[in-house]
């Protein structure tokens, strides 16, 4: 019979500047993975809080005190030293300057671009994630029209929208093609990502950043397809669950606030989200009734960021420039 191994909870820190890059350090000599570059942390006392260690470990290790910390993913990881639950938090305020205490190598990253090795093994799906944008505009040309819809995109693209998922129930398959082409083509020059709802076939044809999975395609298919980003609508643990199996990039879990097109359907309402996604290693867009105002009670609750329909293309509203891309 195998025996458990007992689990460690360890905070660790995704210390991000407003521009989006973020600190790694060095491991020091004498502990496991000697050399390998981490996320600032470590293990959480007995007793102590998550919030509590995070803070603790930032001011013995780089001597900067916290100011402000959203939870974000947690991830497990087996390692033949220990088998760790990794609490990762975005720390986006935070007094004084980072300086190695225990003398360890300090390096700020860019999202995409890493150029410090090796990394922790665990780290890989986490830098991953650091290259998603705070925000997943869906496109409405239903509602909106084909040529208004377009003048939106080109707006939203000019003020920061990174990653847009095209969404059209509506459209025939040639029509489709056509506007995923064109999608590609105004997103491509800013490096904005496009997503095709549902078609692989359709995201390779037009070239594409990757799929966005309805949740019956999630809990249908038998394995992750073969492009580049993949991701799924999810509204349930079960269905977060099969996410993950399946190796997925993010999930969309919603209805978080009732919609103009669901106004009294059911909807989760934050609690429920945060207490979805709690213990949850893939990043998470809440989806549902989202304008770029709820961005930071997305992130209070665990998410990664939001995902919008209309609320994506309301002129007033609009989306913030730095926070679309954070
Ligand atoms: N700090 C940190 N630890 C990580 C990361 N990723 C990851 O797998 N780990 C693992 O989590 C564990 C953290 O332990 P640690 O040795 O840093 O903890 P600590 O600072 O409390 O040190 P200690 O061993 O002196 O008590 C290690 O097994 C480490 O390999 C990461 O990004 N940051």
Redesign the pocket.
Same mark, same amino acid.
Request: without cysteine; proline residues 8%.
């Given at each position: 019979m195998t025996q458990r191994r007992k689990v $460690?909870d $360890? $905070? =660790? =820190?995704v210390i991000v500047q407003p521009d989006g890059r973020f600190l790694? =350090?060095r #491991?020091p000599d004498? &502990?496991?993975?000697a050399g390998?570059?981490?996320?600032? !942390? !470590? &293990?959480?006392?007995a007793g102590e809080s998550l919030l509590h260690a995070l803070a603790r470990?930032l001011h013995?290790?780089l001597g900067i005190e916290v100011k402000h910390a959203y939870p974000w993913l947690v #991830?497990h990881?087996d390692?033949e030293? =220990?088998s $760790?639950k @990794?609490h990762?938090f975005r720390v986006v305020a935070w007094t004084g300057e980072p300086h190695g205490k225990e003398g360890q190598l300090l390096a700020w990253q860019t999202p995409g671009s890493v150029d410090v090795i090796p @990394? @922790?093994?665990?780290?890989g799906p986490?830098l991953n994630a650091l290259e998603l944008p705070a925000i997943l505009a869906i496109s409405n040309i239903a509602e909106m029209g084909e040529e208004p819809f377009m003048a939106s995109f080109a707006s939203a693209l000019e003020k920061g929208l990174r990653l847009i998922q095209l969404r059209e129930k509506s459209l025939s398959p040639l029509e489709l093609e056509r506007v995923a082409q064109r999608f590609v083509a105004l997103a491509r020059p800013y490096g904005a990502k496009v997503l095709i709802n549902a078609d692989v076939r359709l995201a390779e044809a037009t070239g594409a950043d990757g799929v966005h999975l309805p949740s019956s395609a999630l809990m249908s298919l038998e394995a992750r397809p073969q492009i580049g980003l993949v991701g799924a609508s999810c509204h349930s643990s079960d269905e977060l669950a099969r996410a993950v199996e399946l190796g997925l990039d993010y999930v969309l879990l919603g209805t978080v606030l009732p919609t103009r097109s669901h106004p009294g359907g059911p909807a989760l309402g934050w609690d429920a989200f945060a207490a979805l996604i709690g213990d949850y290693p893939l990043p998470v867009y809440a989806l549902g009734g989202m304008s770029p105002t709820h961005l930071e009670t997305a992130w209070s609750a665990g998410a990664h960021g939001i995902a919008m329909l209309r609320g994506a293309w309301s002129g007033r509203s609009g989306l913030n420039p730095t926070k679309a891309t954070g």
């Open positions: $460690v $360890v $905070v =660790a =820190a790694l =350090a #491991r004498g &502990k496991p993975y390998y570059w981490e996320f600032p !942390g !470590g &293990k959480v006392e470990e013995e290790e #991830r990881f390692y030293h =220990a $760790v @990794l990762f @990394l @922790l093994p665990a780290n986490i």
